[in-house]
């Protein structure tokens, strides 16, 4: 119940007619700003639906792998170097048999 209403019943109650036509102006006065304010509350619902479905949407698009337009690095981006060729060399601790032998049997 308003505020403005209760007091406009107990000035009619007490018989001033000034102070409740006053307070009836008053309350029939915030009875339309209310009503007024019903645009307002729908475009606030029709925004925050859009901030939600937004944000949801970016969530989703975080979560998807991208492709990237940039080149990816090769093989071949950095310059060969030139080795010179040393040869065969001999493996430590082996013997000098030929690789072809199978060991004798026991």
Do not use: W
């Not at 209760?6 to 009503?35: C, I, Q, T």
Request: avoid cysteine; hydrophobic fraction near 35%.
């Amino acid at each position: 119940m308003d505020y403005n209403y209760v007091r406009m019943r107990n000035a009619l109650k007490a018989g001033d007619k000034d102070s409740a036509e006053h307070y009836r102006r008053l309350f029939e006065k915030r009875r339309y700003k209310k009503e007024d304010t019903k645009g307002l509350n729908i475009l606030l619902v029709i925004l925050s639906v859009f901030a939600v479905a937004l944000g949801i949407y970016s969530v989703i698009l975080m979560n998807q792998p991208r492709e990237s337009n940039e080149p990816q690095p090769t093989e071949t981006a950095v310059p060969e170097q030139e080795y010179e060729d040393i040869g065969e060399l001999p493996i430590v601790g082996t013997s000098q048999a030929p690789a072809t032998e199978a060991p004798a049997a026991q």
